[in-house]
């Protein structure tokens, strides 16, 4: 097969071509073998002609030939056998395989992509034109593999071996070369002697084969030169003496071996004869075990087998003894059928003979111009013999059956009459008929028709071929002769498709019949294999796959399996290359023809369909079809030796899910374990191999670094800290993260610090593993590997250790380089090993595996080794807990098992970053696996004694936490940081000296008290500094350092410390953080410092709940003359349930907090100082509160007494929870910073003006209301403390002791909110800001201006007036007002009533004396008075209040005006005396 894309056009061509006999002295033959060649090798590479060739047809009409190529073949005298032709086609299927290292082509087809191992295919495959430019290409290629290689082999040496019939003579050869040397004694005499030779094989009765064309055969005469030895001017007087003797036109001096084959090869000649020759392997290499050693060097020439017969002996002076067919059998048997069901075993040594054939040089002897003189020689004899003879027989067969039939001039007239429907004339034969057709004489007339026809399809005339073959089709249906009507039919069919420019469709019918013909009349299965490869060919270029695939299938049969295995492949390749692709029936077919090829010994070939075929099974569902594929594949490949590829196909059925029976299952696995060790045996002292059983979760391992954790002891509770048993949160780890990002901010001053990191304990596929993770030496490191059984039989891993690579290195070296060191073995790495491993049928099981670093370095995890085995039946164990099931020889092996390995691969998190990684997919890397051990760093341990695990909202609780440093290293630095800094402190700087254990302190008060024996209620005032309790600015309140005494920790040494507690404001359960913070005394170049963590659940129940109102006192100055007074009303509701068994509180106290006002005394009407509230009961207490004096930068703290002590509320834990509360809420609550600073740049107008209105109506005071509780518990009966706060931002405005209205809303009710509703109306605090416009000035609400100006007029409630003297009463009345700005205030006071019915209704009628409108300026803080007149007509009770006062801000150009609304009326009862 030429290494070309044929079209099928090409392949008909190729397939059909004139044949050339050659009949060679010994001593040309002679010459042609210092080439290694013989001469029909030699000249085959040169049998295509590249020019087009010119002949005329019978009606003189100028026909074109292209690409002509002719068939040169020596002359072989006996036909092929059956037996042979079989052993033929099967060693050449054999051969043929799939090039190993190309380059496989992927066919989408629907969903599936397909990966057909071979370069190239049909270039008349639609989806295909795409690619036929790079094809094309591959034209070249010294790799080049076709689609099927082993089908074009087995086609073309079908074709070749076909014997010549006496029905057609397309087999038949046309003319005969004579080839002798000029180097013989008598040239022309040799001559002489091979031209008898040919006519005694063609005439005498002793041959009756070859076939030859016609009784005149073409001779012509070829003299061999070697010109490197001969003499030039003797070979030119012979061939002077040829041409005179047999014409120009009929020899031919042929001038080769120009180089003499003893010079060396200075310059690098092509070998154009290697893709010939290396089809002839098999026949080269003892093709045969039982038959003779019989030289084949042309087996797979494009035509009919081109096959050297020569022999030593000669016989009447001639080289050539023709022997028997190179493939007959040394034993033949009449009755061996070619399609027999017989099978010929392939040669075992094939391959071996293969291997050892060594590459044989071609044509040393040959220049590029003997290779010139070669092509130009096959031109000449075509050109100049070949044509001109076939155009005269053709006219002469056109004459003859003209003056036989007495028709008219031409043929073309005669078929005309024909088609048109004239009456046949009678045959001139009248054989008997039998149910296979008669058999005609060599001269009969249809004979001649169908000889002309031949001869005319030969040279490319397919009109007039079609016509003879139309015409002797007829003849041989009328006389019955269903042989010679077949092959009329099926040369048609290819006539009609051959023509050019397509005048007639391709007429598939023709063929059908054709086949049916050959295979039910005339049984002859090997025309009809070649009909239906003709006629598959022709379809599949007219893109009918479908046609194609049901004419292969049809073929198909029982007796013999290469050819149906070869047919059904084909056919599975037509489904595949449909327009629309049936994957499935692709696949089906490739498993038949697998089936086949193993019946028929191709084992290779059939592994190779069964593999095609699973590439559409795989992965679809059908778990049965592809475990019957695997277990085929790996059996084919166990039979072939390669072991790997039937590991893998084993493999394949263990790991899948197959819905195969357990029993079935433990077969497959059994399989695989034997051919395992099969394999292991080969190689004991090798690497471990990859086990498929049990399947790992690589993703899911997962890594811990460090100790377990341990178990609480009595009333002793150690750190949670993080454990391999806890799930993995995401909203948790953030909180944790920020945490740690925030305690090394604050240890490093305050200092961000970029791309921070957060310290790692427990790696997995959710954390952050771009970073090499980091241990620390004699620490162990723990790595859970999570094993799953697929299969419904147990799986028992004994001796199952981790596999590790470690490299030794100082990280603490003086020139601060690490430093490899050299060290082995268990002295750097310790290893777990568990000697069994049990997995239940489809169980998934964790196993954690632990290495124990002796030394720093970089340690690699690589995977796990063990061996794989099963136990003894099949009893599946459940409920066995995993540790005993480590418990050695509790499970009993079966005796097969193997050692093996799995790797622990993880693919990194996709890249989704730049462009570049959102286009292309790329993964980063995961590193959870490669940790870096460090050197020595201190541990800690923290303990919890007597936490509570249950606390009222608000109570204060005392505890203790115990340090204790585990290590060899001193810690310090100790840090604690939390979200939830109000629920705990150590105690400020000013802390009072507690006792030191828990006992000692079991009856003591958490908080600083003093006695009072004071009467009256009064407050008692201090003032502290917010950052003496963290709460200054510089300071993070949620970092707290731990007070531990020298700021150290030995190894070894332990420390308690107290610890309050205050129970969070919201009812339930709280889940609270702490992350404790140290370092290292001595500083480290990997680790900074440690964490440990620690959750801490606490359940709050109902308490108290505390509301508070400020309000501006109506007094412009109180009795002592001191400034602005204000009352606050506080209202305080037990609304704890019997639950708690809390029979009642007591409020003890209420202190203020502000940097401006404190409390001042309590207005309380009743005389009982005790304020006991019940179970829904509420207090309401009214306090007055006066301005501070003394510098804003420090708090005042003042306390208001309601029992026999007072509580200082300045030290800890008191000022300790209300400044970390204060903070919370400041952090929960934006809003009030925002009151300060307007948003928006188009504001800056508002900015000043808005803060200084705001600022009239802010407080600032914070109320604290700390109270006891006497609980009943176990009949004792116990006394709880606590403490509630309110923020107070503004006056008027409500404030609640919980942070949020919907918690406190929870809390009540929804029937006790909705009167507190009622009883309180809300008032935004930001609602006068409009954050949406920024073209109109956002405008404070009346509230919020009425505050710049405090009124109040002074007149007498009553005045007596005689009316009947005066009917006019004037009645003197006093306006004060008080700005209580910082700054100065414009005000108008405007007299004029309204007016609207409504007003004059309300206010009745009397009027202002004086001016209507009074303008002047208040300066800040000053109070000024008015004198007014106010005039009445009557007697009545009026209303004063109606002036109207205006107020805006001195310093500013937008006016911000309002009415001055007085929230009481101002009445005046008016007598008449």
């Known amino acids: 097969m030429a290494q070309r894309v044929q079209s099928a056009q090409e392949f008909l061509q190729d397939s059909f071509v004139p044949l050339v006999a050659a009949l060679c002295s010994e001593e040309a033959e002679r010459l042609t073998r210092k080439n290694n060649l013989g001469f029909c090798e030699l000249v085959k590479p040169f049998c295509r002609l590249t020019s087009e060739v010119h002949m005329r047809d019978p009606n003189n009409q100028l026909h074109i030939i292209k690409n002509l190529k002719i068939a040169v073949n020596n002359i072989i005298t006996q036909p092929p056998q059956p037996g042979a032709i079989r052993k033929l086609l099967s060693d050449v299927v054999t051969v043929s395989q799939p ?137 030119d007087s012979v061939y002077e003496e040829m041409k005179q003797r047999y014409g120009t036109q009929g020899c031919y001096l042929l001038k080769i071996n120009s180089r003499g084959s003893n010079r060396g090869t200075d310059e690098q000649i092509p070998d154009p004869w290697s893709q010939y020759l290396q089809k002839n392997i098999i026949q080269n290499q003892e093709p045969y075990e039982d038959g003779p050693c019989t030289e084949i060097p042309n087996k797979h020439s494009d035509h009919f087998i081109p096959l050297d017969g020569l022999n030593n002996d ?339 059925i263990l790991i899948n899910d197959s819905k195969q029976t357990a029993a079935q299952q433990g077969a497959f696995l059994r399989e695989y374990l034997y051919v395992y060790r099969n394999v292991s045996q080969l190689s004991p002292d090798g690497p471990l191999p990859q086990l498929p059983l049990p399947y790992i979760n690589s993703s899911a391992t997962r890594v811990f670094f460090g100790h377990d954790r341990r178990p609480a002891e009595g009333e002793k509770q150690a750190a949670t800290h ?85 490299q030794p290195k100082d990280f603490i070296s003086k020139n601060g380089q690490a430093k490899e060191l050299e060290t082995c073995g268990k002295d750097m790495i310790g290893a777990e090993v568990i000697s069994e491993f049990l997995i239940n049928s489809e ?51 079966n005796g097969m098992s193997v050692r093996g390995r799995q790797d622990l691969e993880i693919q990194g998190p996709r890249l989704n970053n730049t462009k570049e990684e959102k286009t292309a997919i790329k993964y980063g890397p995961d590193r959870r696996l490669d940790p870096i051990i460090t050197e020595e760093m201190p541990l800690l341990e923290v303990f919890f004694i007597n936490f509570p695990t249950g606390l009222l909202c608000g109570e204060i609780r005392k505890t203790y936490v115990e340090f204790v440093n585990v290590s060899k290293c001193p810690l310090t630095g100790v840090k604690v940081v939390s979200k939830r800094p109000e629920f705990f402190t150590f105690g400020g700087s000013n802390a009072i000296l507690t006792p030191l254990s828990p006992s000692a302190s079991e009856h003591c008060s958490a908080y600083k008290t003093v006695v009072t024996h004071s009467t009256s209620v009064c407050s008692l005032v201090s003032s502290v500094a917010s950052s003496d309790f963290g709460g200054g600015s510089g300071n993070q309140p949620e970092v707290v350092d731990v007070p531990l005494p020298d700021s150290v920790l030995l190894p070894g040494a332990s420390v308690h410390l107290p610890m309050w507690l205050r129970g969070p404001d919201e009812e339930g359960v709280h889940e609270i953080n702490f992350l404790f913070y140290y370092e290292s005394i001595r500083k480290h170049s990997k680790l900074c410092h440690r964490v440990l963590r620690h959750t801490a659940v606490i359940c709050t129940s109902r308490s108290l709940t505390v509301q508070a109102t400020v309000f501006r006192s109506n007094a412009l100055e109180d009795e002592k003359g001191e400034g602005d007074n204000m009352l606050v009303f506080v209202d305080v509701e037990n609304i704890n349930t019997s639950e708690a068994g809390v029979k009642e509180f007591h409020i003890v106290q209420v202190s203020s907090n502000s940097k401006n006002w404190k409390l001042k005394e309590s207005i309380n009407l009743s005389e009982d100082k005790d304020i006991k509230l019940a179970n829904r009961e509420k207090g309401k207490l009214c306090l007055k509160a006066v301005r501070c004096k003394h510098s804003a930068e420090h708090f005042t703290f003042a306390d208001i007494v309601f029992g026999t002590e007072q509580i200082i509320s300045s030290t800890s834990p008191c000022a300790d929870f209300f400044f970390r509360s204060l903070h919370s809420e400041l952090k929960r609550s934006p809003t009030q910073q ?11 107008s508002l900015d000043d003006a808005g803060r200084l209105i705001l ?43 919980f942070p949020q209205k919907q918690g406190f809303k929870k809390v009540l009710g929804n029937s006790d909110w909705e009167d507190l509703e009622q009883e309180s109306p809300e008032i935004g605090l930001l609602n006068f800001f409009r954050p949406d416009s920024t073209s109109v000035p956002a405008r404070p609400p009346s509230d919020q201006l009425s505050n710049l100006i405090k009124t109040r007029l002074h007149y007498p409630e009553t005045f007596d007036h005689s009316f009947h003297q005066e009917s006019l009463c004037i009645v003197p009345v006093t306006l004060l007002l008080s700005n209580c700005s910082q700054t100065d205030v414009d005000v108008i006071i405007d007299l004029r009533h309204k007016a609207s019915a409504e007003t004059l209704e309300i206010h009745g009628s009397f009027t202002w004396l004086g001016k209507t409108q009074y303008k002047l300026q208040v300066k800040s803080q000053e109070v000024c008075t008015l004198q007014l007149k106010a005039c009445f007509v009557r007697t009545g009770v009026y209303n004063l209040g109606t002036p109207r006062v205006f107020a805006k801000l001195s310093d500013q150009v937008t006016l911000f005006e309002t009415s001055q609304q007085n929230s009481m009326p101002a009445l005046i009862i008016i007598n008449n005396i």
């Open 99 to 235: 090039a190993e290292g190309l380059v496989t082509n992927v066919i989408t087809a629907g969903d599936y992509d397909l990966n057909i191992s071979d370069r190239s295919v049909k270039a008349s495959v639609p989806w295909y034109s795409s690619w036929k430019d790079t094809l094309m290409g591959l034209n070249t290629s010294t790799c080049y593999s076709a689609t099927t290689p082993w089908f074009e082999a087995y086609r073309e040496s079908f074709l070749q071996s076909m014997p010549a019939s006496d029905h057609e003579f397309l087999n038949h050869y046309v003319a005969c070369m004579l080839v002798v040397s000029s180097n013989e004694p008598e040239p022309v005499e040799q001559f002489l002697k091979l031209s008898q030779e040919q006519h005694r094989i063609q005439h005498s009765n002793e041959y009756s084969y070859p076939k030859w064309f016609i009784p005149n055969t073409l001779k012509y005469y070829v003299l061999l030169h070697d010109v490197s030895v001969g003499e030039e001017q003797r070979a």
């Open 314 to 652: 000669s016989k009447d002076g001639l080289s050539n003894n023709f022997k028997t067919h190179p493939l007959q059998l040394e034993h033949t048997s009449n009755s061996g059928c070619f399609d027999g069901t017989d099978y010929v075993k392939p040669n075992p040594s094939f391959h071996e003979s293969k291997k050892s054939n060594t590459w044989t040089p071609h044509g040393i002897c040959l220049t590029l111009t003997d290779h010139d003189r070669i092509r130009q020689f096959i031109q000449e004899f075509t050109f100049r013999g070949l044509l001109p003879h076939i155009e005269k027989t053709i006219r002469q067969l056109n004459d003859q059956l003209i003056s036989r039939k007495g028709l008219s001039r031409s043929l073309f007239s005669a078929t005309k009459k024909w088609f048109s429907g004239s009456k046949v004339p009678e045959k001139s034969v009248n054989e008997l008929k039998s149910t296979s057709g008669l058999l005609y004489p060599p001269e009969a007339p249809e004979l001649q028709i169908r000889k002309m026809a031949d001869l005319c399809f030969l040279v490319q005339h397919y009109e007039l071929a079609y016509s003879c073959y139309h015409t002797a089709k007829k003849d041989f249906l009328n006389d019955q002769a269903m042989l010679y009507a077949a092959g009329a039919l099926e040369m048609a069919a290819v006539s009609a498709f051959l023509q050019p420019g397509a005048p007639r469709p391709y007429p598939a019918h023709y063929m059908d019949t054709a086949i049916q013909t050959y295979r039910d009349i005339c049984k002859n299965m090997l025309l009809a294999e070649r009909c239906v490869l003709l006629s598959a060919e022709i379809l599949k270029s007219q893109s009918k796959y479908s046609e194609a695939a049901s004419l292969l299938i049809r073929l198909t049969s029982e007796d013999l399996d290469l050819r149906s295995a070869l047919l059904l492949e084909q056919s599975a390749h037509c489904y595949i290359n449909m327009k629309s692709p049936m994957v499935r029936k692709f696949a089906f077919y490739m498993i038949l023809a697998g089936h086949r090829y193993s019946k028929a010994g191709q084992k290779k070939h059939a592994l190779r369909c069964y593999c095609q075929a699973m590439q559409v099974y795989k992965g679809k569902g059908w778990s049965l079809a592809e475990d019957h594929i695997n277990f085929t594949i790996g059996r084919q490949s166990f039979t072939l030796q390669q072991l790997d590829n039937a590991i893998s196909a084993f493999r394949h």
């Open 722 to 806: 993080i454990s391999l048993d806890q799930e993995y949160d995401s909203d948790f780890s953030q909180q944790w993260k920020e945490l740690e990002e925030q305690v090394v901010s604050a240890a490093n001053k305050g200092t961000t610090i970029p791309n921070f990191q957060p310290t790692q304990y427990c790696l997995n596929k959710y954390s952050d593993n771009s970073r090499f993770p980091l241990g620390v030496v004699e620490e162990p490191i723990t790595v859970e590997v999570a094993f799953r059984n697929p299969l419904k039989v147990p799986l028992l891993l004994t001796d199952l250790s981790l596999l590790w690579k470690f």
């Open 843 to 893: 169980e998934t099981k964790m196993a954690r595996l632990k290495l124990f670093p002796h030394q720093t370095g970089e340690l690699h995890i690589l995977g796990v080794a063990y061996n794989l085995g099963t136990i003894q039946g099949t009893t599946v164990l459940d409920g066995i807990d995993p540790s005993v099931g480590l418990q050695t020889g509790k499970y009993l092996s």
């Open 1234 to 1244: 925002n009151m300060n600073t307007l948003q928006g740049p188009g504001k800056q």
């Open 1255 to 1297: 600022k009239c109506s802010e407080v600032d005071l914070n109320i604290i209301v700390l109270w006891k509780a006497y609980v009943v518990e176990d009949n004792k009966q116990l006394i709880l403390e606590g403490q509630h706060h309110v923020v107070l931002h503004a006056v008027g405005n409500e404030a609640f002791s």
